[in-house]
């Protein structure tokens, strides 16, 4: 059962859809990189004037490793942005260092969801941990003591979890992208046809969290009918 051709057909899809989003994701990000701003400005400056404008100032702005690594941490409140895109001067370094200060101001600003996902996130981590022990002891311990329901009922509570927070996670990015474009034309950095590219890379960023989150309701969906079918029987 834990084993089930058809939530390995379910993960094959998204999986799937998941890789080609991902690829065009980075094909966008390569060629808006190699489009330079017409502000000339780095990725690092936008994301000292946009924290600057929205009078921030305890929040600290780091170059990390790694391509499209970059994040907001809300604990240790800085701003960790890729060296691309901190060293960049390009549309893609502009998008990208905005819409991760746009969780900056989301925070400061008490912003609803941004608070729930970030409360949730040790909840999510141990149902993570716990669903995984489950999927690979469950088949055995379903057969030994016929607990396939229980098993599954565990698998259920942890996999809705894991989809409340993709869920969550949607409104959370689409509005960090919102202030972000929002304040790009405002500021004068990227208008017109300008943030109309920004907004099209940040869209193809958004379709990631679509993906992820539609993959976790479609597996949620088919643990409960399969529950279900288990209990008509």
């Known amino acids: ?10 993960t094959l899809i998204f999986m799937g859809i998941g890789m080609w989003v991902s690829s065009r994701l980075k094909r966008k990000f390569h ?9 000339g400005v780095s990725g690092k400056e936008v994301a000292e004037k946009m924290l600057r ?35 960049g001067r390009s549309i893609a370094s502009a998008a990208v260092s905005s819409h991760e200060c746009g969780h900056a101001v989301q925070h400061a600003h008490a912003y609803s969801w941004l608070s729930l996902r970030s409360a949730i996130v040790p909840v999510v ?36 979890i894991i989809t409340a927070f993709s869920l969550i996670t949607l409104p959370v990015e689409l509005d960090a992208s919102k202030r972000a474009l929002v304040w790009l034309n405002t500021s004068n950095i990227a208008r017109g046809a300008e943030n109309e590219k920004a907004k099209d890379a940040l869209d193809w960023a958004a379709r990631t969290y679509f993906v992820a989150a539609l993959a976790s309701l479609a597996q949620l969906m088919y643990f409960v009918m399969l529950l279900l079918g288990r209990r008509r029987d």
């Open 1 to 10: 059962m834990m084993f089930d051709p058809v939530l390995m057909v379910i």
């Open 31 to 39: 060629e808006y990189s190699q489009t330079p701003i017409s502000s």
């Open 53 to 87: 404008d929205h009078g921030i100032m305890d929040v600290k702005i780091i170059s990390v490793e790694g391509q499209l690594s970059d994040h907001y941490n809300p604990l240790a409140k800085t701003v960790n942005l890729s060296r691309e895109v901190y060293q």
């Open 125 to 160: 981590n141990i149902s993570a941990k716990a669903m995984n022990i489950v999927m690979i002891a469950g088949f055995i311990l379903g057969a030994m003591y016929q607990l396939w329901n229980e098993m599954l009922v565990v698998i259920i509570i942890c996999q809705g």
